[in-house]
Every structure is written in structure tokens, then in C-alpha cells.
């Protein structure tokens, strides 16, 4: 019984952490290449585009799913960055599903980009 009992626990340790890692996990691989955590090169910086959303966002549902409805299909028409299209063009369709992109987009939401660059 203890055993069993520490096994679960031991599990739900493990899927809290990967929840968040998932995250992390994801922006690396899949935006980092373009948006650098501090530094604008390409595209504006994770840390400038989260800014620019907690600006238009404070509550952070909000904040996740206009991050991730806009990320699955990127238009001029929604972006919150109008002058960063003009610089750089409209971002590319990635092609992740929306529940991907939100956990991207709550990691985004959560992570300092300014004080720990990937978040590990
Ligand atoms: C091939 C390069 C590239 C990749 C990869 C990329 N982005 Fe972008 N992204 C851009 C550029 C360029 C912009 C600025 C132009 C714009 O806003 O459309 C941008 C803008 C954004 C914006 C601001 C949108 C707005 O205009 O309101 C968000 C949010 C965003 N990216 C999220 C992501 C996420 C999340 C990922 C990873 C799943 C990602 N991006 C991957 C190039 C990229």
C-alpha cells in the first residue's frame, strides 16, 4: 500500500514539473530560433513580445488564448505589433494545434525571459 502510495506520489511530482518544462521545452525548439529571449534579431525578443501582450492583457486566460489563437494563424489584422510587421513581415504559420501553442503561451506568460534566458 505505501509503496503504491509513494509510487503515485512520485508520478504526480513528475507531472507537475514536466507540465511546466513542457513549456520551456517547446519555446526552445520551436520559437527561440527566432525570437531570442532579450536580444531583437529577426523578430522581436520573447521578452518584448510578452511586454507588448501584458500590456493589452493583464489577466492571463486572456493573455494565453489571444497569444495562441493568434500564433496558429498570424495575421496583420490581430497583431498587437503592428511595427514590428512592418519591420520584419507577418510571422509564418507554424502549424501547432492550439493546445500546444497554449502551453507555449502560458510558459511565455510565466517565464522572466530577462532573468533566466531559457528557463531551466
Ligand atoms: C521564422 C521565424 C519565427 C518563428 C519560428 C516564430 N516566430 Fe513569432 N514572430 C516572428 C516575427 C518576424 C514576428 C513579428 C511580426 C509579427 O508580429 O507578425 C513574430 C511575432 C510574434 C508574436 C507577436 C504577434 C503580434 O503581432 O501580435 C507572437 C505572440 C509570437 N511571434 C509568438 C511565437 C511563438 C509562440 C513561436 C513558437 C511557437 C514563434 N513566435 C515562432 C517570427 C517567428
Known sequence: MMRIFLL??????FNLCSAQNLGALLFSGNCIT???PTKTISAPSAAEVKKRYKE???DKEEFVSYMATW???PTPEGSLMHDAIKKYGVMPELGFDEETLRVISKYIYE???????TGY
Not at 8 to 13: H, K, M, N, V
Not at 111 to 117: L, R, S
Open 71 to 73: 500564433v496558429k494563424k
Open 56 to 58: 493589452a492583457f493583464e
Open 8 to 13: 503515485l506520489l512520485a508520478f504526480s511530482i
Open 111 to 117: 517565464n522572466d525571459f530577462t532573468k533566466h534566458e
Open 34 to 36: 527566432c525570437h531570442h
